[in-house]
């Protein structure tokens, strides 16, 4: 019996959806996928929490199980389903892999995720430049901090010349920065690794304008 293709529910313009698409068009798996409209609150139903408690967007329902969590769900296609590797064989080189997929991951995206900004617009009641600025701030703070690290560890991708997770977090987030307008100018090896990257074909089926609920699709 052949295993059922993996089932992503995700959103086009959510980068942590985008990062799953991504290691999924890179390792060739094909599969299937329900957008979760972010804009009118669908993440939060009881029907998708049923699937991802957090009611936040990816989950994959894969090998008849949902995970959570966008980095998580990486790392079990990357052990379980064949293709490209997408971490390095070696412990300390994961290290640095894992270190810099999780400063988009963890250090630069959750305080610019949808409901955070939201919660500053309401109850906080900043006004839409404040929190714009907001979150110019935090990107351009963790961009910093990962052009050092490719200029440490970089090539053609973030960790040498090899894709790997970081470059999954790295695509998507940089797409992010560009929807409010962050000034990318100092980081000149992350936007030249995310313009190398942007020809291939993974890159391309992954790319939010490429997605079913994508208004330009
Ligand atoms: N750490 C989670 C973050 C997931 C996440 O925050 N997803 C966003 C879209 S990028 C979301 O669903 N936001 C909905 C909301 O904030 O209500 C992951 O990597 O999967």
Not at 74 to 81: M, S
């Amino acid at each position: 019996m052949t295993a059922a293709r993996p089932f992503l529910y995700g959103y086009w313009r959510s980068s942590a959806a985008y990062r799953v698409r991504l290691a999924l068009a890179y390792k060739g798996l094909a599969h299937d996928s329900l957008a979760i409209d972010l804009r009118t609150g669908a993440q939060a139903s009881d029907d998708y929490r049923a699937h991802n408690p957090q009611g936040l967007v990816p989950a994959l329902a894969i090998d008849g199980d949902v995970l959570g969590q966008s980095l998580a769900i990486i790392e079990y296609l990357d052990e379980t389903a064949g293709g490209p590797p997408l971490l390095p064989a070696e412990p300390l080189a994961r290290a640095h892999v894992r270190a810099a997929a999780q400063i988009v991951a963890c250090d630069i995206h959750p305080v610019n995720n949808l409901r955070v900004l939201r919660y500053l617009k309401d109850p906080l009641g900043h006004d839409q430049a404040t929190i714009d600025a907001w979150a110019r701030h935090w990107i351009t703070t963790g961009l910093a901090a990962l052009e050092t690290v490719a200029s440490r560890h970089g090539g053609r991708c973030l960790f040498g010349d090899v894709v790997t997770i970081a470059d999954l977090c790295l695509v998507p987030q940089l797409y992010n920065a560009r929807r409010i307008a962050t000034d990318l100018a100092a980081f000149p090896r992350l936007t030249e690794i995310d313009s190398r990257l942007a020809d291939a074909d993974f890159t391309k089926a992954a790319h939010p304008d490429a997605q079913p609920d994508s208004p330009t699709e």
